[in-house]
């Protein structure tokens, strides 16, 4: 299913649940999408439907999935270090109202994390859920996306015991797998993203917060956790053992709870 938002065609998922509970919308990390919320045979988002008994809304970002691609996006279609303002601003907010989805439950993860705290710092939303949020940049973060864009350049088919290569598997998700990686890629290597700061931001949350993230996050240190809790007293935090960048991957059992719980008192 596609919906026009703001001029583009994005690729949407919908789960039915109680029409007496806010619904749940998953928002999607650097180079997720629709399809990727369901890895390793786990369908989590429809598991976390059942546990809840409440409905869901997935979607892919414009450039991701099968949502439309973004025109040269090495080139005028490059995406501004405001990219995840943008879509927390701009495109949920418009999306939810072509649903007429009031107030739901914003569950992300890493960008989509990163998404869900800035739509929550400036419109209302029953509660947030943040797994592996970026508010600031580290450099363990420019470190990891580097080490992707050089495995991704690398290309080629898998190895010789039969793993595929990064961009075989994120091709199995993307249309334009390319534009889905560089779109993250560059604006993540970019000097104009080291400025990146959202705990200003974090302040103005009064929805419900759970935090999620794990010990060995290669993407991110547990200060991401600390900051937004000073930044929003009212954040539960949950750090997973063995767990790294993906708690829904590493963790989902663990995780799923963790949330369920979260949630089984708000409205």
Wanted: charged content about 20%; proline content about 6%.
């Amino acid at each position: 299913m596609k919906i026009s938002i703001n001029g583009s065609q994005l690729e949407l998922r919908q789960i039915t649940g109680s029409a007496s509970l806010a619904p749940l919308v998953f928002l999607h990390e650097g180079l997720g999408s629709v399809s990727q919320w369901t890895q390793r045979g786990l369908d989590w988002p429809q598991a976390l439907c059942a546990v809840t008994g409440r409905a869901a809304l997935l979607y892919s970002r414009r450039g991701y999935g099968q949502s439309e691609p973004v025109p040269d996006v090495r080139g005028a279609g490059h995406l501004g270090p405001d990219y995840m303002h943008r879509e927390a601003w701009e495109v949920l907010p418009a999306l939810l109202e072509a649903l007429q989805l009031d107030q739901p439950v914003l569950l992300g993860h890493s960008d989509g994390a990163t998404i869900a705290l800035l739509h929550a710092s400036r419109y209302p939303v029953t509660a947030c859920v943040a797994m592996a949020p970026h508010v600031l940049v580290e450099e363990l973060a420019v470190a990891s996306i580097a080490q992707a864009r050089k495995v991704f350049e690398a290309g080629g088919p898998g190895d010789q015991i039969g793993r595929a290569s990064l961009r075989e598997r994120l091709a199995r998700h993307h249309a334009d797998v390319d534009g889905a990686f560089w779109q993250w890629n560059d604006v993540w290597l970019s000097p104009a993203f080291r400025s990146f700061d959202i705990r200003a931001e974090c302040r103005a949350i009064s929805a419900p917060l759970l935090l999620i993230q794990g010990l060995n996050d290669e993407y991110g240190t547990l200060r991401q956790l600390d900051e937004i809790a000073l930044a929003a007293p009212q954040a539960r935090q949950l750090r997973l053992a063995a767990c790294g960048h993906s708690p829904q991957r590493d963790q989902p059992d663990k995780s799923l709870q963790a949330i369920a719980d979260f949630l089984k008192d708000l409205p």
